[in-house]
């Protein structure tokens, strides 16, 4: 079975940096997309910040030139660096990847068990 692991996340004064992580284990073939989620308390779970296979990405406008996503196909593993961090960052953070588990073209989704982010005014 497909595992994503998260890292990263604590408390940390609005204007501060955090870099979080997410390393997939499992019977992976390729993974092509992968994504960090945030879910603020009483709201839904939003898309903060995808990257594709290629390399390409695409941000929430809430958090363009702030944050950066970045992958390590080798590794498995996609990273999420915030600077500039505001109160309203303050979610749950989860990672979800989109599989391919063998030679044929179905895609799995696995999210990650979510690490929490707290920013202090």
């Known amino acids: 079975q497909v595992q994503l692991v998260e890292s990263g996340g604590g408390l940390v004064q609005a204007g501060g940096s955090l870099r979080l992580s997410c390393a997939a284990s499992?019977?992976?073939?390729?993974?092509?997309?992968m994504n960090w989620y945030r879910q603020a308390p009483a709201q839904e779970r939003e898309l903060v910040a995808t990257i594709t296979s290629g390399g390409s990405t695409n941000y929430a406008d809430s958090v363009k030139g702030r944050f950066t996503i970045s992958r390590d196909n080798a590794k498995n593993t996609v990273y999420l660096q915030m600077n500039s961090l505001k109160p309203e960052d303050t979610a749950v953070y989860y990672c979800?990847?989109?599989?391919?588990?063998?030679?044929?073209?179905?895609?799995?989704?696995?999210w990650g068990q979510g690490t929490q982010v707290t920013v202090s005014s």
């Open positions: 979800n990847f989109r599989v391919r588990r063998d030679l044929t073209l179905k895609l799995y989704d696995y």
């Open positions: 499992g019977p992976i073939f390729s993974i092509n997309v």
